[in-house]
């Protein structure tokens, strides 16, 4: 059974930061990136168990995009949180982490 999936308004916010950033460095590059973060949002909702990095947080990196989905699951309400989605390759706020 599948967990259910809830993205966080900041991590919501971080995808869209995403898009924007590739939409602006070439045509098509978001599109990719869309498609690679749904890709990956599907692997965890249907399997969510990645090494936990810190704080019970997990994470999980893109293939092709320097980019790290940093989510918590919940195994009793069968929930996994998106809590962040950064991109490696520029400088990131890191406020949310505590």
Known sequence: MDFKLLVLPS?????????????????????????????????????????????????????????MIHFIVDENHKTVYIRAVINTSKNSDTNWIK
């Open 11 to 67: 991590a919501a916010k971080d995808i869209q930061d995403n898009i924007d950033y590739y939409a602006s460095l070439q045509p098509e590059l978001d599109n990719k990136f869309d498609e690679e973060i749904n890709s990956f949002l599907l692997s965890i909702q249907k399997n969510p168990f990645f090494q936990i990095r810190y704080a019970n947080v997990r994470c999980l990196p893109l293939k092709i995009f320097p980019v």
